[in-house]
């Protein structure tokens, strides 16, 4: 069965104390792997597309990375505006999948 | 500014009433989707359309039901027959299936 596992469910760092966000998959003929965030009461703001193993995309202080099995999105000197739920979600063939999200929680 | 806009923010819904979720995009996109999303679940897909005036179940249809009579256009109602509707609605467009998707604003429906 198709999976998508983000881990940990919750996070809460420090401003500054950077971290990683990981999301695992079990989906054969991966089309495309995508992160978003979500701040509470809103919809999901799109991030990243990543589509092959080795690919890495940046933004700010973000950066995912994606290999065969997992993507990690990289919070790198996080502000406590980073606060918010990080959405990961894979495509299989014309398929989207979502994992369940991690709260990430930056404390000032 | 293009973008995709839904409304209203906040409905209330009484026993045995429909009501309709209103979903609009100017990005000139073809696919249109709906999801549920619930506390401590990840978004689950309830309809989905490709083209004008077709459309498809996702994993969890039942107590819905949309039309696509305009491409910009992708109404959900909600019907009686849907037990628990309370949720956080969100409506997202693609190029085409499969491809990024971006999102609405969402709707929360309360029942009263």
């Known amino acids: 069965e198709d999976q998508v596992t983000q881990s940990p469910e919750a996070l809460r760092l420090q401003e500054g104390e950077s971290s990683s966000l990981n999301c695992s998959y079990t989906?054969?003929?991966?089309?495309?792997l995508f992160w978003y965030r979500q701040d509470p009461g809103k919809g999901p703001e799109f991030l990243f597309t990543?589509?092959?193993a080795g690919e890495e995309k940046e933004k700010e202080r973000l950066k995912a990375t994606l290999t065969k099995k997992e993507s990690f999105l990289h919070i790198t000197a996080p502000k406590p505006e980073d606060s918010a739920t990080y959405l990961c979600?894979?495509?299989?063939?014309?398929?989207?999948?979502f994992g369940k999200g991690t709260r990430l929680h930056i404390l000032p | 500014d293009g973008g995709i806009t839904q409304s209203p923010k906040y409905l209330f819904r009484k026993e045995g009433q429909n009501v309709t979720l209103s979903c609009e995009q100017n990005?000139?996109?073809?696919?249109m989707y709906w999801y549920r999303q619930d506390p401590g679940q990840g978004l689950r897909l309830i309809y989905y359309?490709?083209?004008?005036?077709?459309?498809q179940k996702g994993d969890i249809a039942e107590g819905y039901s949309v039309s696509r009579e305009k491409k910009e256009s992708f109404p959900l109602t909600v019907t009686s027959a849907q037990k628990n509707p309370t949720a956080f609605y969100l409506c997202?467009?693609?190029?085409?299936?499969?491809?990024?998707?971006?999102f609405g604003p969402g709707t929360r429906l309360l029942v009263l």
């Open positions: 990543l589509y092959s």
């Open positions: 359309s490709q083209i004008v005036n077709d459309f």
């Open positions: 989906v054969s003929g991966l089309r495309g």
């Open positions: 997202a467009s693609s190029g085409g299936r499969g491809e990024t998707q971006y």
């Open positions: 990005l000139n996109h073809d696919a």
């Open positions: 979600a894979v495509r299989r063939d014309d398929k989207i999948i």
